[in-house]
């Protein structure tokens, strides 16, 4: 690994020009096209009859409608990297407007494509599943023909994708671009400094208290000023959702989420069960690190302070070296596939102003390839949020063979092999650690991702819960969502803390995307998972590694249940597995208090 490494990623691979690349308007009028001349054919679809003529006109639909998806998925990759390099990159937003008409094509099209599955008899639909070549896709044919039956007829759904093009994604849109207007100017060191929302961000884990609060202050009162827009957009939002889950005649606003997840409520909640048993010894490590910061009691701005003044800072190479060599002590495959990412300039880490707040994995499916966006501080965090990426873009790697439809894994197995990765990062770190101070500053951060997971995920979970119930009455005004959100956050850090967020509901953008309704207990349910995993692979050693990606192989073809119970043999419905997990963020708090004491 050389000394210094690029840390701007290569977009120009994909389509050189950036917003104003002509490759990308050639890739979109493509695309438009493909979708018309899609729309059409299924509109001439031959009567269901069980005949080769028939399957075969099938699965030649099926393989187009694939390609489709594939580009869809490129475009959208694209934009998606254009806007979070440069939030002030307008004819990137103008391309977002374009490429979400695409999408919204793309969902009238499946529709139309689930009205024919859900017309075919059951034995001309299992006619068309004994084809081997359709064979890879037939849990994904059957689950969309499962979901046809519990939605509105074609038409009505047809409608409700066109109207939320402006109307539900509309106003997510929207919320990129206040998050995109926004400053805090903080005084550092004498000078004043103006923050993006992303590096303001980065400061919360600053070892100065002073600097934190005031910080604090400052990101309250930003939020402050943009909440009247906020608390519109996510009143518009959810009040779509609720009025197309009425027509469908759904009862519970979990049911999309957890039939996106491919999971049962009973797993949900044997999860939940299992995380509140955690509860009081996550707030005793408050507790403790409140003392061990001089503080009387915890604030929200002091959750992932350092309990050392003395950090120390890594290069990006250095990062990088070390994520390579303890990917490799599990899977040289993972290895091998980070060592790739950094030759070939597949991340964007540089610490500059302009770019959107947060990190992300996106895949490029035409290519094979991912890109990985972040904002690189040299900090332990960074290297954490480095692996947790690459963890995102290794899964993706895996299944980058399969039929596209099979590679559409759900966001709670998604963090899965994320949080798998980081865990190995974390382990290592420890592991290496010099000194006494230095491994307690990496426990620290450690039981700083169990509390994430297990407190943080849980507050926003129960406020979005709440948020539901409250806009089937009517809109919910701001002082309403301060409430809320702070009584969550109480309850879900079992009142260990002393000032908490309440504007949290504003600054969070997972909140207001549109593509995936409660973007929250998956991540916990990632969390848990993997670290069932992670207990897996250290009792099994090398040959895990085989089973883990068969594992990762199956994410997007089975209910999480059954993937559990075929590779790991467990039970999701029930506690025990969950509290397996559990106990692993149990023992680091043990291990803190000791060395604390």
Request: charged content about 25%; hydrophobic content about 45%.
């Amino acid at each position: 690994m050389p000394n210094e490494l690029r840390q701007t990623w290569d977009l120009e691979s994909i389509f050189s020009g950036g917003s104003a690349s002509a490759a990308l308007t050639g890739h979109l009028d493509e695309l438009e096209t493909g979708l018309a001349e899609i729309r059409s054919r299924l509109a001439t679809a031959p009567a269901p009859g069980a005949t080769a003529e028939w399957r075969d006109w099938w699965y030649a639909i099926l393989e187009r409608v694939q390609n489709l998806v594939e580009m869809t998925g490129q475009g959208n990759a694209f934009v998606g990297c254009l806007m979070s390099q440069d939030v002030k990159d307008r004819e990137a937003r103008v391309l977002v407007g374009r490429t979400t008409e695409l999408s919204a094509a793309l969902q009238a099209v499946a529709s139309v494509a689930d009205e024919h599955l859900l017309r075919m008899g059951d034995a001309e639909f299992d006619y068309l599943l004994s084809d081997e070549r359709i064979v890879p896709i037939a849990f994904n044919l059957r689950e969309r023909r499962e979901l046809a039956k519990r939605k509105m007829d074609t038409e009505r759904e047809l409608l409700a994708t066109d109207l939320s093009v402006d109307g539900y994604h509309g106003w997510a849109t929207l919320y990129d671009t206040i998050v995109g207007r926004m400053s805090i100017k903080l005084e550092v060191n004498g000078e004043e400094e103006e923050l993006s929302v992303g590096q303001a961000a980065n400061k919360f884990y600053e070892p100065d208290r002073e600097m934190r609060r005031r910080l604090f202050d400052k990101w309250e009162d930003a939020w402050s000023k943009e909440a009247e827009l906020c608390a519109g957009t996510l009143n518009h939002i959810a009040g779509f959702r609720l009025n197309l889950y009425k027509h469908r005649g759904w009862n519970s606003v979990l049911e999309e989420p957890l039939a996106i997840n491919r999971m049962s409520q009973a797993t949900l909640d044997a999860m939940w069960e299992a995380v509140s048993t955690a509860k009081p010894a996550l707030a005793g490590f408050v507790q403790r690190k409140a003392k061990l910061l001089g503080a009387g009691t915890m604030d929200w701005y002091d959750l992932y302070a350092p309990i050392s003044s003395v950090s120390r800072k890594v290069s990006f190479a250095e990062a990088a070296a070390f994520v390579i060599e303890n990917f490799g002590r599990f899977s040289p495959q993972m290895a091998e596939f980070a060592r790739h990412a950094f030759d070939h300039a597949w991340i964007e880490a540089e610490n500059r102003a302009g770019k959107a707040p947060g990190a992300f994995c996106t895949g490029f499916p035409l290519h094979k390839e991912s890109r990985i966006f972040m904002t690189f501080s040299g900090d332990a965090n960074s290297v954490r949020t480095l692996a947790h990426e690459l963890g995102h873009g290794y899964h993706s790697h895996v299944m980058r063979n399969l039929p596209p439809l099979a590679q559409e894994y759900a966001m709670n197995v998604a963090e899965t092999a994320s949080t798998f990765a980081e865990m190995l990062i974390n382990a290592a770190a420890v592991t290496n650690a010099q000194s006494k101070e230095e491994k307690l500053s990496l426990l620290d951060a450690k039981i700083g991702d169990s509390i994430a997971y297990l407190m943080n995920i849980h507050g926003r979970f129960i406020f979005e819960n709440r948020l539901y119930a409250a806009r089937q009455k009517g809109m919910v005004s701001i002082e309403r969502l301060n409430e809320m959100m702070e009584t969550a956050q109480k309850e879900a850090y079992a009142g260990a803390l002393g000032v908490y967020d309440p504007y949290f509901w504003a600054s969070k953008g997972h909140f207001y995307f549109t593509d995936v309704p409660f973007y929250n207990f998956p991540y916990t349910f990632g969390y848990l998972f993997s670290a069932g995993i992670y207990a897996r692979a250290k009792a099994e050693g090398p040959k895990f590694e085989q089973r883990y990606n068969d594992l990762l192989c199956d994410t997007g073809r089975m209910m999480v249940e059954d993937l559990a119970a075929r590779h790991l043999g467990v039970d999701l419905t029930k506690p025990e597995f969950w509290l397996t997990g559990v106990q692993m963020a149990l023992d680091d708090v043990a291990e803190f208090i000791r060395l604390t004491d």
